[in-house]
């Protein structure tokens, strides 16, 4: 992997906030270092956008098996960290700090432990989930805070993200209550789905004293440990990823079984939109496509669909709308609606200029995989499957699809959508979280829709938003202002680091007038 480019000596930017802040950044993944979804496109655009108004930002996070030191040109610390895995002092890991800036002036920090991190794979390999998972972010979520503590400024918001650093807020607040007494945590839920549940038995792992195993905030009422859960009580405040998914959180049928403890902290929790990284992802700075365009050179994006059709071995025809999945495979992602709808779609045409073509590129289960494999083999005209993940590839199909369908059951924010638009490929989605919040449906609003919105995750309803975006592309004088109009919308960072650093800011000034 080249990293020259996200390398930098440029020290920080200048202060536009009215008051800088010292922020530590504490996630599991980080793009491109390491990266299995949104978070890590998150946790390196927002500190980025943070430190360009101004802050001081530090990114944690861990040295994964597949990262190279020696190769990035990380600086070592020379103080290793001392992380007790007991009480304030017991059992001892040290981990290795290597470290260096990235454009912007935001410092990265990696944390290197063999034991927990040195292999390949973040949370599993080849499907599977490692089994020490509870032992490997126990540890991460102490080796924030203890970095936190030994910062040499007073660090002003320790960001946490979702239940990797579940842990942190707890083990400051039970060991180090004083020492963070000037420090705002924060809790970002980027998927409640994933809340880094063990059995009872591994409660060891936290390293917390008894008495956290004999209640109910960091256990579930199914006996299991829940590291989430246990940081969304001891944050000091909560946010997730669009305003639409903080509503529904608190409700029952999107709380995963935490919507009582987020109603009861409604006060403390909001929900900021995700914003798009237009350095990474733009059509007219695109490093991985292979003709660039904008909203004035939109043959560009001909040429994209054309190259994309070759690459994945389907008949070039600029006619079909190309339709592109890019998406994990799980339950969450809608993919069990999606191949029945495709099917009937596509068994009902007559004419082979009627319907569409479809790229999916999806990392996932066999259950899912197999589904998909079987409906390209049904289509081979029509429908190319590529298993895995593909970083290269996810741009070009944004770069070449006509169409991005994201049918997924529930979405946090969603970025793939939000990339979409920016690339002239119109969105097609199901009317949930930040979906809803982030793509107008055209029928509603035909002078400022951006895309096509079913209400309900049905087969009929995802069949007829597709089918409503085939007949549009077909008429491209509807279908060019529909393209620009996506393009044009702006999802730049610039807004939502304004919201955090607006929340970080009035925690902090409260923090000071509690002294
Ligand atoms: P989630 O975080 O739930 O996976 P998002 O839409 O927020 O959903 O973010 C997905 C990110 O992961 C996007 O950057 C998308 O391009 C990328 N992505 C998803 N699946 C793949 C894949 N198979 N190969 C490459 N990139 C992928
Ligand atoms: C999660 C969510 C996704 C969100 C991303 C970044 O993985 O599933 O909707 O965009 O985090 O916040």
Redesign the pocket.
Known sequence: MDLSRYISKKESSKLVANQRLNIIFASSEVAPFS?S???G?VASALPRALAQRGHNVVIVTPLYGHLDSEQMRLSRRLQPLEVPRKSKQQSKVEATLWETRLNHGVRIVFVEAEEYFGRQGLYGYDDQAFEDNADRFAFFSRAVVEFTRSFALPVDVLHCNDWHTGLAPIYAKHYFDEEFQDTSIVMTI??LAYQGKFDASEFDATGLPQKYADTSELFDEDGNVNYLKGGLQYADHLTTVSPGYADEIQTEAGGFGLHEILQNRSDDLVGILNGADYTVWAPDVDRHISVRYDIDSLNGKRRNKAELQHRMGLPIRPTLPLLGV???LTE?KGIDVLVPTIRTLLSDLEDERDGFQLVI???GPPQFRDALQELAESFPTRVVFQP????A??HRIQAGSDVLVVPSRF?P????QI?AMRYGTVPVVHSTGGLADTVSDLREDPEKGTGFVCQELTEDALAGAIERASAAYRNYRKWRPLMVRAMERDFSWHESARSYESLFTSLHQQEQAAE
Do not use: F, P, V, W
Not at 388 to 391: A, L, N, Q
């Open positions: 990266k979804g949104g978070l496109d980027h998927n890019i998406s994990r969450q590129l999806g990392e895995g993940y593909d970083e590839m996810a979405e924010c969603g970025l793939t990339y």
